[in-house]
């Protein structure tokens, strides 16, 4: 149920928030709990802030108000708390051999005013919005994460994803062919630790041009298209299992189903899109079982 998943929240913001005096009447705990209230529910932050929409144990509780609540949401110390939220459930908790990457769209209307957006590729054809880039290891655990227009290319993202990974972050990081780049290799062998598996953008056998390649590019094609390559065709063929993990971050009741029409600009989509990487972690950690599944 929906409350039992928000009480998942509210004991992990308790866990995390450190009481500090504030000057304010509502602590940063309180805007984040009344946020996330809003988030399960699928509904705007003006909806959270009215009192017959809570439970009937709350509704004793002084709320923020609309203002309160969209001048705090924006302050450094509740974005901090939101994200010390969002690493004390879904960074990952043990060392792992076998990572995944690949991005998902987030589609809004193409008459959508909002300028942040971008008009870009999506799944098989062109649109409007944003993209989520991420990095999943094998056991579900969410490496990192980043949000950009739709436009904005996957490589340039998936540099910075590797760039800032943890340190559990080794071994095998297996990718499409659009993962396929010189700069996105040297990432990887900057770690040391860490090779990137893709096949070849244009497709094997056709060589490799006249500029200097990376030596973790020349042992991913040594990799894939040696005479005995079973063992990187199965990183690869494993590495679709990444679009079951963003399946299961939509198909649920509360999930990140589509980006609703109070979620616009860069700012409001990052926020929306951690809560619901938060509310899965914690429904997969809880056992969770919303309404709609």
Do not use: F, H, M, Q
């Given at each position: 149920m929906e409350y039992r998943l928000w009480k998942a929240v509210v004991e992990v913001i308790d866990s995390v928030y450190s009481r500090t005096p504030v000057r304010f009447e509502f602590s940063h705990a309180d805007i984040v709990k009344c946020y996330y209230w809003a988030v399960i529910s699928d509904r705007p932050v003006r909806w959270c802030c009215q009192k017959e929409n809570w439970p009937l144990a709350f509704r004793k509780r002084q709320l923020p108000s609309e203002s309160t609540m969209s001048r705090r949401l924006r302050s450094p110390a509740v974005i901090a708390l939101l994200n010390a939220v969002e690493q004390r459930v879904v960074a990952p908790k043990q060392t792992e051999l076998y990572w995944r990457i690949d991005g998902k769209p987030l589609v809004i209307?193409?008459?959508?005013?909002d300028r942040q957006a971008g008009y870009g590729r999506a799944a098989g054809c062109m649109a409007k919005g944003y993209k989520i880039h991420a990095i999943y290891g094998r056991s579900g655990s969410l490496a990192g994460w980043r949000l950009a227009p739709m436009n904005v290319d996957e490589r340039k993202m998936a540099v910075r994803l590797v760039k800032n990974a943890p340190d559990e972050v080794m071994?095998?990081?297996a990718?499409?062919?659009?993962?396929?780049?010189n700069k996105l290799h040297t990432a990887c062998d900057d770690r040391g630790n860490l090779q990137l598996v893709t096949p070849r953008r244009y497709g094997p056998g056709k060589g490799t041009g006249h500029r200097k390649q990376t030596s973790g590019r020349r042992r991913a094609i040594a990799l894939l298209e040696n005479p005995f390559p079973k063992f990187g065709d199965q990183l690869l063929k494993d590495?679709?299992?990444?679009?079951r993990e963003f399946g299961n971050l939509t198909n649920w009741g509360g999930g990140l189903t589509?980006?609703?029409?109070?979620?616009?600009?860069y700012r409001r989509v990052r926020r929306w899109v951690q809560a619901k990487l938060v509310l899965r972690g914690l429904k997969t950690m809880t056992e969770t079982t919303t309404c709609a599944a």
């Open positions: 209307g193409g008459c959508s005013k071994g095998y990081l990718g499409d062919g659009n993962y396929d780049s590495r679709s299992a990444i679009e589509c980006l609703p029409a109070w979620v616009r600009t």
